[in-house]
């Protein structure tokens, strides 16, 4: 969806004189040093042009046009002095109307995007290792995260200080960072880095094998109707994650004290909190313990 900007000038009684058509032809004479070239650009009858042409020096009340002699065939057209500054002031009105046309639809239907941070740096250190590849329903758990947050977002983008789990990514075609931060606050500083100029972002838990697809679109929908809010799951009216962060909370985001992630700000803004319930408790579970993914993966 896009604004297009069409701009005519009518005489006192609302009748159309000038208007692109009138603007490209008066171009194509300063040009082509003649009308009957101008109208054969445009694929028009000399006719017609030079009716349009009379039809707007009469609305105006001065020439726009004039015979020139020892054109390229003998002889020509130019536009005169008049004609020539009122083709500056059409394209120059022409211009700010547009540029003020992109403001207002800009103002009135400002473009919602939503980029997806997807956070897989945890060390795994109660699970005993790098969980995020552990096997769930024959495939690495990662796996299920990519396919709950697939072809929602703008932008999206895999954090994460595994090489494997970097791997895994690439041959599935989403944008990794792998990096060797030691901080969660890095993490979501470098996904907001590189999900790069969105309006909203969403964070999302690598170790949520259970995450519906439908819950990720449902808190896409819900900040789209409300987009200054912070959205985030829960069940029962507690919170709970992924969490979807407007852009005013940008800043914030890339400037949290060392170790903290974004509960920082939903403890900071909780009356900015929105909170979309989800059905089933397990699908916000994260996977800490070998005991966990056992008991999700048999849900």
Do not use: H
């Given at each position: 969806m896009k604004p297009v900007t069409k701009i005519q000038i009518c005489d006192d009684s609302g009748k159309k004189f000038f208007g692109e058509g009138p603007c490209r032809l008066?171009?194509?004479?300063?040009?082509?040093?003649?009308?009957?070239?101008?109208?054969?650009?445009?694929?028009?009858?000399?006719?017609?042009?030079?009716?349009?042409?009379?039809?707007?020096?009469?609305?105006?009340g001065f020439p726009l046009t004039q015979r020139s002699v020892g054109g390229r065939d003998g002889g020509g057209s130019t536009l005169t002095a008049e004609g020539w500054a009122f083709l500056r002031q059409y394209e120059a009105f022409r211009a700010d109307c547009i540029q003020a046309n992109r403001a207002l639809y800009d103002r009135y239907f400002p473009e919602k995007t939503a980029g997806c941070v997807i956070m897989?740096?945890?060390?795994?250190?109660?699970?005993?290792?790098?969980?995020?590849?552990?096997d769930f329903h024959g495939e690495p758990m990662i796996a299920r995260t990519l396919a709950a947050t697939e072809a929602l977002f703008a932008r999206r983008v895999v954090v994460t200080r595994h090489a494997d789990?970097?791997?895994?990514?690439?041959?599935?075609?989403v944008e990794v960072v792998l990096h060797d931060r030691?901080?969660?606050?890095?993490?979501?500083?470098?996904?907001?880095e590189a999900v790069g100029e969105v309006t909203s972002c969403l964070f999302c838990p690598g170790d949520q094998p259970l995450l519906r697809r439908e819950t990720v679109a449902a808190l896409v929908s819900a900040w789209e109707k409300e987009p200054d809010a912070i959205?985030?799951?829960?069940?029962?009216?507690?919170?709970?994650?992924?969490?979807?962060?407007?852009k005013w909370t940008f800043d914030e985001l890339r400037t949290l004290p060392e170790g903290k992630g974004g509960s920082f700000?939903?403890?900071?803004?909780?009356?900015?909190?929105?909170?979309?319930?989800?059905?089933?408790?397990?699908?916000?579970?994260?996977?800490?313990?070998?005991?966990?993914?056992?008991?999700?993966?048999e849900r």
């Open positions: 008066l171009r194509l004479v300063e040009e082509t040093g003649s009308l009957r070239s101008a109208a054969a650009s445009m694929e028009m009858a000399y006719s017609k042009a030079l009716k349009l042409i009379k039809q707007a020096e009469s609305a105006l897989a740096s945890g060390l795994g250190k109660r699970f005993g290792g790098n969980k995020l590849m552990a789990v970097a791997a895994l990514c690439r041959t599935r075609g030691p901080y969660r606050s890095d993490t979501v500083r470098l996904g907001l959205w985030r799951t829960g069940f029962e009216g507690l919170p709970g994650a992924p969490v979807l962060f407007p700000l939903t403890k900071k803004y909780p009356e900015r909190v929105r909170i979309l319930p989800v059905r089933d408790r397990y699908e916000l579970v994260d996977v800490d313990t070998p005991e966990t993914l056992r008991e999700l993966a």
